[in-house]
C-alpha cells in the first residue's frame, strides 16, 4: 500500500456516515462484511454499554433519552447532550462515531487509520469546521484537511481528470443538501 492510501476520507454525516480509501487506483468504501454504512446514532444501553451506529439506532425508539442522533447539526455550538445522567458536547459524540469508523478502517485495511479528511457541509462556518477538527481529534486522528463535501464529491469521481471544465456536483445527504459549481 502506497504512503497517499495511508489517508482515508470520511463522510461524518447527519444521518448516516462512511470511511474510503484510495486502493489500487481506486476509491472504495470499507466497512465490516457487506456493511459500509455506519448510522450517526450514539447511545447508552440501559446497562451503560456504549452505543455506536445501528445499535445505538436499535434502541433510539424504547429509550430515546439514552440515544442521540443527528449531532452534526449541533456541531460548533456550545449545546450539549445528555445520554442517561451523562452530557456530552457535540464534537465528543461525534468523537464516537468517528472512532467507531477509524476501527472499520483498521479491519479492512489491516493496519491503524491514523490521519484523516473529513469532509463537511460546504455551508459549515469556521465554528463547525473547528468542532469538526476537534472532533477527528478527540477521536485519535490527525485531521489532514477539512473539505467540503461537493468538493470531495468531485476528488472521488475523477472530476480533476482530463481538460479544464466547470461541474455541478450536488450532494443529497440524509440531512443537508449541498450544491457547488465546480471549475478545474
Given at each position: 500500500m502506497t504512503d497517499s492510501a495511508s489517508v482515508v476520507g470520511i463522510d461524518l454525516g447527519t444521518t448516516n456516515s462512511e470511511i474510503a480509501a484510495f486502493i489500487d487506483g481506486q476509491v472504495r468504501v470499507l466497512g465490516p462484511g457487506s456493511i459500509r454504512i455506519l448510522p450517526s446514532c450514539v447511545g447508552l444501553s440501559p446497562s451503560g454499554e456504549l452505543l455506536v451506529g445501528q445499535a445505538a439506532r436499535n434502541q433510539q425508539v424504547l429509550y430515546p433519552e439514552r440515544t442521540v442522533r443527528s449531532i452534526k447539526r449541533k456541531m460548533g455550538s456550545s449545546e450539549t447532550v445528555?445520554?442517561?445522567?451523562?452530557?456530552?458536547?457535540?464534537?465528543?459524540?461525534?468523537?464516537?462515531?468517528?472512532?467507531?469508523?477509524?476501527?472499520?478502517?483498521?479491519?479492512?485495511?489491516?493496519?491503524?487509520?491514523?490521519?484523516?479528511?473529513?469532509?463537511?457541509?460546504?455551508?459549515?462556518?469556521?465554528?463547525?469546521?473547528?468542532a469538526t477538527r476537534e472532533a477527528g481529534t478527540l477521536a485519535g486522528l490527525e485531521v489532514v484537511r477539512i473539505l467540503n463535501e461537493p468538493t470531495a464529491a468531485s476528488l472521488a469521481y475523477g472530476l480533476a481528470d482530463g481538460g479544464p471544465h466547470t461541474a455541478l456536483i450536488y450532494d443529497l445527504g440524509g440531512g443537508t443538501f449541498d450544491v457547488s459549481i465546480v471549475t478545474i
Open positions: 445528555t445520554l442517561a445522567d451523562k452530557t456530552f458536547a457535540p464534537q465528543e459524540i461525534s468523537a464516537l462515531i468517528l472512532r467507531e469508523l477509524a476501527e472499520w478502517g483498521a479491519r479492512a485495511l489491516g493496519r491503524a487509520v491514523e490521519r484523516a479528511v473529513i469532509t463537511v457541509p460546504a455551508y459549515f462556518s469556521d465554528a463547525q469546521r473547528t
